[in-house]
């Protein structure tokens, strides 16, 4: 997944030097009447920088730098048929390569006619025979100025000259500027340039991956102009921009531009490396843009308001060009059709993981190794016959992983861990939720709190924690949150009075997720009730869960697990059990976070997999699916794995993932919901059943699935707050 520095940076100034072209070739301002003026000086600085190469095998930029070149020519709001160009290196560099010479020499504008491969059936067709082509074409981009035109024929790709006799071109105006054309083409010579069907088809799926990548470049474009407005235009006494409407608006769009970014970028790596999972991910690409960015083009109209609505402003440009861009070629219902139908047909796995490299990649074998010698199908239906109060948590299960030295693998060596990256930890989680492993009594000590105490415990606390915490001795509880302090954490009130060598904390605690079975709680309280801001005065204690002045009281959560309160009556602690310095809480909170964080990706897996089981249900019973709906999930699930191994990546590079967390957190909780309704809707009342119905459909983890979803958008941090953390902190706005 990730790319070498130095590719990494080729792309980055290729991506410069289009930005820094198009800047002066088409400045700000030109208005789209006057495109016929300015198109032939744009193209031929567009030309001058070589961009027309891009796609040939020579020019040593393949379709990663074609997207990143769409993107540009999107952002600009280019009109130079940069599109064209690159289909016709992709597809005539072997034969014909004077006429692709005289592109990249500014002597030929390209132009291509998708006809029968358009996917839109009025879009027609044309026939070649005896070197003359027939036909009525229509959805033409680029024909008002193009010089060639490149048409898909039965054969491969015709290519018209438009002075041609027999060649009629007529605009066809409209939303897109500039228009399409329609050709109408009697008997008009042509050249052939030979190609198979599977050629065709793959040279107009790139096609639409380009042009959804340059709508995400518009809507990215028209995206800034709306937060730079909301930044600066004051209404009500305020900034635009600190009503939370508006941050929460803004919110969204920045998910949705990042999640078609991800997927674009993919997609595209993967057909530069021959990886035929590309054509799935172009095509979750086009499906993820289609909808989400449309959506974000609106959203961008909505948050400028009337000054936004004046055609001499950009955003209407922008707005044409992501609706012409994104509805074209079969739009959004084609591509998530053509996603669950490429799914449906994968074997084993109906949705793609992603690669997190070698070392990752050879660590998921061995963990699925030892899942299959220790977590068969006979310990797996013991477990699910087991209540739903004790499921998943099993605590010879979690002594196995333990043994396996799996509970520490992240650890550093010199505490007896194997230093395992991030990616890696990824990978073992991944496969600890794929597998439904009942871990749930180690995941806050082996990921949160052990690693806490390793990098910020006293000697005295890492001596008697981490021996224990590696054999599996000790379970671990978050005691963070409060009768008033939920998403507004920094306010909580439970206090921690130092008392010569020891702290005395006395307090309530809400919610602790498992407490009653901890050894050990995690308890943020506050040292200094003065301090301003609040979260200067707080400060993380690791204290064991049986000292006297603690009180547990239980509760069960609607998913099926306990969660709760916790009274500490003057709690006596020694120094040693504080974790950092004093008052220095609140960034060890942020540091536990980011860890959790890794979480996101099993958790996408297991999502993964519950879509798995609504495809094999459906193909069982030979159920007609709804198949743009089920296309719709398939694309959101892939972007929410991308997501959850960005703040993996962002981890790896030292920076802790505060917005790519958000982003994670806000769109898979979500997705989770989603996820769950649509599949009861689609089967029906049966998956309303629980798991101890004989038959019941999906082994009844669907109404599990469905209330353990909301844990996930409202646990950990809830949707809203997120999307503050993505406004304030993402994108800069005021608060
Ligand atoms: C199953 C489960 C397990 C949990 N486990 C633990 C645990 O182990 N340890 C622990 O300490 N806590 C735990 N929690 C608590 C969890 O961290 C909190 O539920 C979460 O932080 C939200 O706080 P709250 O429930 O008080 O909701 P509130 O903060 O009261 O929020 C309620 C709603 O108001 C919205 N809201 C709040 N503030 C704003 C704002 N400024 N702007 C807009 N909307 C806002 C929220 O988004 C939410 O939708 C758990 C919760 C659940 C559901």
Redesign the pocket.
């Known amino acids: 997944m990730t790319m070498d520095a130095s590719a990494s940076s080729q792309l980055e100034q290729l991506r410069d030097a289009i930005a820094k072209c198009l800047a002066s070739a088409w400045p700000g301002g030109i208005s789209t009447a006057e495109v016929a003026d300015h198109l032939p000086n744009l193209w031929r600085e567009v030309v001058a920088s070589g961009q027309p190469t891009i796609g040939h095998p020579d020019s040593g930029f393949g379709i990663h730098a074609a997207i990143v070149a769409a993107i540009a020519h999107g952002a600009a709001g280019s009109p130079a048929p940069i599109i064209p160009a690159i289909i016709l290196n992709l597809a005539c560099h072997a034969s014909a390569p004077a006429l692709v010479a005289a592109m990249h020499a500014g002597r030929v504008m390209p132009a291509v006619a998708y006809a029968r491969y358009d996917g839109d059936v009025a879009a027609g067709a044309v026939s070649f025979a005896g070197g003359k082509v027939d036909g009525d074409v229509q959805f033409v981009e680029d024909a008002g100025h193009g010089s060639h035109f490149a048409i898909f024929v039965g054969d491969g790709l015709a290519i018209v000259e438009r002075t041609a006799r027999g060649v009629g071109v007529h605009a066809t105006p409209g939303l897109v500027r500039p228009a399409f054309h329609r050709l109408r083409l009697q008997d008009a010579p042509a050249e052939l340039v030979r190609l198979d069907h599977a050629q065709l088809s793959d040279l107009a799926l790139t096609a639409r991956l380009l042009y959804a990548a340059r709508a995400s470049g518009a809507a990215r474009t028209a995206f800034s102009l709306a937060a730079e407005h909301a930044a600066t235009r004051k209404q009500f006494g305020k900034f635009l921009a600190q009503f939370?409407a508006m941050q929460h608006k803004l919110a969204n769009c920045e998910i949705a531009l990042r999640g078609s970014e991800e997927l674009l970028r993919h997609a595209a790596k993967l057909q530069d490396a021959e990886d035929g999972d590309w054509r799935l991910f172009a095509e979750a690409a086009i499906a993820f843009s289609s909808s989400h960015l449309r959506q974000t083009s609106i959203e961008t109209h909505h948050a400028l308001g009337a000054i936004g609505y004046a055609e001499e402003h950009d955003a209407p440009g922008h707005f044409r060009r992501v609706h012409g861009d994104l509805c074209r070629m079969g739009g959004v219902m084609r591509a998530r059709r053509a996603l669950f139908a490429a799914v449906r047909s994968r074997p084993g796995e109906a949705l793609p993981g992603i690669w997190l490299g070698a070392r990752a990649e050879g660590f998921r074998q061995e963990v699925r190794r030892w899942l299959g010698a220790h977590w068969g199908d006979a310990a797996r239906i013991a477990e699910n016959r087991k209540p739903e109060a004790a499921r998943g948590l099993n605590p010879d299960f979690c002594q196995r992983l333990a043994e396996a030295g799996l509970l520490s693998a992240s650890w550093p060596a010199a505490f007896g861990g194997e230093d395992r990256s991030f990616r890696e930890q990824l990978a073992l989680n991944e496969e600890l939720e794929g597998a439904r492993a009942p871990y749930s009594l180690a995941v806050?000590i082996s990921w949160i709190l052990a690693p806490l105490v390793i990098r910020h415990g006293h000697d005295a606390l890492k001596a008697s924690i981490l021996p224990r915490a590696r054999r599996g001795e000790i379970v671990a509880?978050?005691?963070?949150?409060e009768p008033e302090?939920?998403?507004?954490?920094s306010s909580l009130k439970t206090r921690a009075v130092r008392d010569g060598d020891d702290y005395v904390i006395s307090g309530q605690?809400?919610?602790?997720?498992?407490?009653d079975k901890a050894t050990h709680i995690l308890v943020?309280a506050r040292t200094d009730p003065e301090a301003q801001p609040r979260r200067d005065g707080i400060s993380l204690f690791v204290v064991p869960a049986n000292l006297p002045g603690i009180t547990i009281q239980p509760h069960m959560?609607?998913?099926g697990?306990s969660?709760c309160t916790q009274y500490y009556d003057e709690v006596r602690v020694p120094a040693s059990s504080r974790l950092g310095d004093e008052n220095g809480g609140w960034a060890l909170l942020a540091e536990a976070l980011a860890s959790e964080r890794i979480f996101m990706g099993g958790k996408v897996r297991k999502l993964a997999l519950i879509f798995d089981k609504i495809v094999a249900h459906l193909s069982e019973r030979d159920e007609s699916a709804d198949a743009a709906h089920l296309g719709a999930l398939v694309a959101d699930l892939l972007a929410a794995r991308l997501f959850a191994v960005r703040s993996v990546l962002v981890l790896e590079e030292g920076r802790t993932p505060i917005v790519e967390g958000a982003i994670a957190k806000a769109f898979s909780g979500e997705l989770a919901e989603r996820l769950s309704e649509t599949a009861i809707d689609i089967i029906g009342t049966g998956a309303l059943l629980g798991s101890e119905v004989d038959g019941v459909p999906l082994g009844g983890l669907l109404e599990h699935e469905l209330r353990t979803s909301?844990?996930m958008v409202?646990?950990?941090?809830?949707?809203?707050?997120q999307r503050?953390i993505i406004a304030s902190q993402g994108l800069g706005l005021p608060r």
Do not use: N, P, R, V
């Open positions: 939370q806050c509880a978050l005691g963070y949150s302090a939920g998403s507004d954490l605690k809400l919610w602790g997720t498992l407490t943020a959560a609607f998913y697990h969660f909301l844990m409202i646990g950990g941090g809830a949707a809203e707050i503050s």
